[in-house]
């Protein structure tokens, strides 16, 4: 049996990153509403597992799937599991666990995650439905008065207690603490914000004798705002992400997959490329993108059956340009 170090390494395998295909119904949906498609129940497994049966990206470029619930249930017409047909290309299957972010009780503009209620019970299922890892994130919101202290213990002290349950079931965790993008913040804001929060989930891990070789982390980049007048250079980012990560990541973590969160296709994969031309960092850095692994594809895709071939192509492209991103070998020449 494989235990959850090696899944976590190989979630983190040099040249590979993971999709980020866990949409809940609301996501997917408004998705879907920017290409004018009705988000079906049909539709959605059609679309993802034309992502999942593209063999180029997947045997090559995509450690790893994030589903949604619904996702890790379904089949494919001729009724293969999507689950097999992610395996079958070498790839694990994860699952996403979280209930979503929800208002915290008497502080205004800001959330905490839920869903340790019966998740022991969920993720037996989930590991016997053939999930390999699972994901939980916590969102951190910022602006002159967010976030408090309050909000990033409450989030540190849930991502603790979902990634104990997760290593108790065998489940690798992926440790999500996403500080967002939206506001006029600035990079260094940015930074500071999230360097509280990743010091208090390690704190937290440790407190909850969490193996920290046994999880992936999935933070943002340290970046502006996204209404911020300023608009650092992607060596600025690199840099400070990097430091940033110096302070408050151990070592022992065994990989950093980013979520994109609201970047372009081409600035996620940039500032990916910038932060791997870094030597000398302990961790193996790559991606866990949703939207920058997947605009270009659900816009070719127009939720048509003949598109389902250029679909297919520009999700290879751009997991392929992800992967040169994980050498810090892409270069702008290369996207055409
Ligand atoms: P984005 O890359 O679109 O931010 O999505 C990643 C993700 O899984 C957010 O939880």
Same mark, same amino acid.
């Given at each position: 049996?494989?235990?959850?170090?090696?899944?976590?390494?190989?979630?983190?395998?040099?040249?590979?990153?993971?999709?980020?295909?866990?949409?809940?119904?609301?996501?997917?949906?408004?998705?879907?509403?920017?290409?004018?498609?009705?988000?079906?129940?049909?539709?959605?497994?059609?679309?993802?597992?034309?992502?999942?049966?593209?063999?180029?990206?997947?045997?090559?470029?995509?450690?790893?799937?994030?589903?949604?619930?619904?996702?890790?249930?379904?089949?494919?017409?001729?009724?293969?599991?999507?689950?097999?047909?992610?395996?079958?290309?070498?790839?694990?299957?994860?699952?996403?666990?979280?209930?979503?972010?929800?208002?915290?009780?008497?502080? #205004?503009?800001?959330?905490?995650?839920?869903? /340790?209620? &019966?998740?022991?019970?969920?993720? %037996?299922?989930?590991? =016997? $439905?053939?999930?390999?890892?699972?994901?939980?994130?916590?969102?951190?919101?910022?602006?002159?008065?967010?976030?408090?202290?309050?909000?990033?213990?409450?989030?540190?002290?849930?991502?603790?207690?979902?990634?104990?349950?997760?290593?108790?079931?065998?489940?690798?965790?992926?440790?999500?603490?996403?500080?967002?993008?939206?506001?006029?913040?600035?990079?260094?804001?940015?930074?500071?914000?999230?360097?509280?929060?990743?010091?208090?989930?390690?704190?937290?891990?440790?407190?909850?004798?969490?193996?920290?070789?046994?999880?992936?982390?999935?933070?943002?980049?340290?970046?502006?705002?996204?209404?911020?007048?300023?608009?650092?250079?992607?060596?600025?980012?690199?840099?400070?992400?990097?430091?940033?990560?110096?302070?408050?990541?151990? #070592?022992?973590?065994?990989?950093?997959?980013? /979520?994109? &969160?609201?970047?372009?296709?081409? %600035?996620?994969?940039? =500032? $990916?490329?910038?932060?791997?031309?870094?030597?000398?960092?302990?961790?193996?850095?790559?991606?866990?993108?949703?939207?920058?692994?997947?605009?270009?594809?659900?816009?070719?895709?127009?939720?048509?059956?003949?598109?389902?071939?250029?679909?297919?192509?520009?999700?290879?492209?751009?997991?392929?340009?992800?992967?040169?991103?994980?050498?810090?070998?892409?270069?702008?020449?290369?996207?055409?």
């Amino acid at each position: 049996m494989t235990n959850i170090n090696e899944i976590a390494t190989q979630m983190v395998t040099p040249g590979k990153g993971i999709l980020a295909a866990d949409e809940s119904s609301g996501t997917i949906k408004k998705r879907f509403d920017s290409i004018n498609v009705e988000s079906t129940e049909e539709n959605r497994m059609n679309y993802r597992r034309i992502l999942f049966e593209t063999q180029e990206a997947m045997q090559n470029y995509i450690s790893g799937v994030i589903l949604f619930d619904e996702t890790l249930r379904q089949s494919n017409k001729d009724g293969k599991k999507l689950v097999d047909i992610i395996n079958d290309a070498g790839s694990l299957p994860g699952i996403k666990v979280d209930m979503g972010a929800k208002e915290l009780a008497l502080m #205004s503009g800001e959330t905490v995650t839920e869903g /340790l209620d &019966g998740l022991r019970e969920r993720l %037996e299922e989930y590991s =016997n $439905l053939g999930a390999k890892f699972a994901k939980w994130r916590a969102v951190i919101a910022i602006s002159d008065k967010i976030p408090s202290t309050l909000c990033i213990d409450a989030n540190s002290h849930a991502l603790a207690r979902y990634s104990a349950l997760c290593q108790e079931a065998g489940i690798v965790p992926i440790v999500e603490p996403e500080v967002l993008m939206d506001g006029s913040h600035t990079i260094e804001r940015c930074y500071e914000v999230t360097k509280d929060t990743l010091t208090k989930v390690f704190e937290e891990l440790t407190k909850h004798k969490v193996d920290l070789k046994g999880i992936c982390l999935k933070p943002n980049m340290i970046i502006d705002g996204k209404e911020c007048s300023k608009k650092s250079s992607s060596e600025e980012i690199a840099k400070m992400t990097i430091n940033c990560f110096k302070e408050t990541v151990p #070592s022992e973590v065994p990989g950093i997959v980013f /979520l994109s &969160g609201g970047q372009s296709e081409i %600035e996620a994969t940039e =500032n $990916l490329n910038e932060i791997n031309k870094i030597e000398g960092t302990p961790w193996n850095l790559s991606f866990s993108y949703g939207r920058a692994l997947q605009a270009s594809a659900l816009k070719a895709w127009q939720g048509n059956h003949e598109n389902e071939e250029a679909c297919s192509k520009a999700f290879a492209h751009r997991a392929k340009m992800n992967s040169l991103a994980t050498k810090g070998v892409w270069s702008k020449e290369q996207e055409n």
